[in-house]
């Protein structure tokens, strides 16, 4: 599975190819949302992964990053 950018992942995401599972795992924090998913004892699914994406979102907005403002224009 290749990492595309934030912003074709999140296009891919609002045409319907990729479900928020795919979006975390194809995204710079696949490895993170994996291990996140382990130490949760759950198996990686789109609930949990849009979850994952929204508590990442919300720990890195405080710090202005880029990934964070492209995220939170998705999930609008």
């Given at each position: 599975?290749?990492?595309n950018t934030i912003e074709e992942l999140i296009q891919l995401k609002q045409d319907g190819k990729i479900g928020w599972c795919e979006l975390a795992l194809r995204s710079d924090h696949?490895?993170?949302y994996l291990q996140w998913c382990d130490d949760h004892g759950v198996e990686p699914d789109d609930n949990n992964a849009e979850l994952y994406l929204e508590e990442t979102?919300?720990?890195i907005y405080d710090d202005g990053n880029e990934f964070a403002d492209a995220f939170a224009e998705a999930i609008v």
């Open positions: 599975m290749k990492n696949g490895t993170a979102e919300s720990r």
